[in-house]
């Protein structure tokens, strides 16, 4: 079966700090991955998504990124985290077209 | 600009009565509609998904779907407290490249 890796859970990192979080999914190919965030009491917010290895598409100008070195892992990441980057960010995945997102278990990010 | 529009809630909910969720939306070429409960602090979990009109069940849990009216809806029935949750309704976007676009969740609380 498919599963979904995040990490870490929980990150505390000050202003103008970098930022690399990391996603993984086994148990299948080629999935499309996302990257989301949910600010406190809002809904979710696509920021990247990818259909193939080094092919990303930014959904919301910002001053993070997205990569995708390998076909199952996906990586966000910033040069300089600003107060209004703290969030909830969620890594999904999901292979072919019409077909549901499963999301990872989330990194809770507070910007100090 | 796709929209999916939910009421934020709270829709509070006696025990073992039938909690209703609506969701309408804006786009009328998706085609694959998904469900999420969210619990506080967690990430969100797929509980249903409908790609054809009418009803699909599954446990306690219905999904609707009405093409023509543009809404799609979740039943639980035989509410229980442990389904107090924010309910994620989720649209593809076709011509996105299938990317969901996410409501704002309804909050919904059993009380026992």
């Known amino acids: 079966s498919q599963t979904i890796h995040q990490w870490p859970a929980t990150l505390v990192q000050p202003v103008g700090s970098p930022l690399s979080l990391e996603c993984t999914v086994e148990g299948t190919s080629n999935p499309n991955l996302y990257w989301y965030r949910q600010a406190a009491g809002r809904g979710l917010q696509l920021l990247f998504y990818s259909v193939g290895i080094g092919q990303i598409s930014s959904e919301v100008p910002q001053n993070l990124s997205a990569s995708r070195p390998q076909d199952r892992q996906f990586i966000l990441s910033s040069k300089k985290l600003l107060l209004s980057d703290s969030g909830f960010y969620l890594c999904?995945?999901?292979?072919?077209?019409?077909?549901?997102?499963?999301f990872g278990d989330g990194t809770r990010l507070s910007i100090l | 600009q796709k929209e999916v529009e939910q009421n934020s809630g709270p829709l509070s909910v006696p025990e073992g009565a039938i909690a209703s969720l609506n969701c309408t939306y804006s786009d009328r070429g998706s085609q694959s509609f998904f469900w999420y409960r969210q619990y506080s602090g967690k990430s969100p979990e797929l509980i249903m998904f409908i790609y054809s009109n009418g009803d699909k069940e599954d446990g306690r849990f219905t999904a609707q779907l009405n093409k023509a009216s543009q809404y799609v809806s979740l039943l639980i029935r035989d509410s229980q407290p442990s389904d107090s949750a924010t309910y994620l309704c989720?649209?593809?976007?076709?011509?996105?490249?299938?990317?969901?676009?996410f409501g704002g969740g309804t909050r919904v609380l059993v009380k026992p």
């Open positions: 999904a995945w999901s292979v072919g077209n019409n077909q549901p997102q499963h």
């Open positions: 989720a649209v593809n976007d076709k011509a996105a490249g299938n990317k969901l676009t």
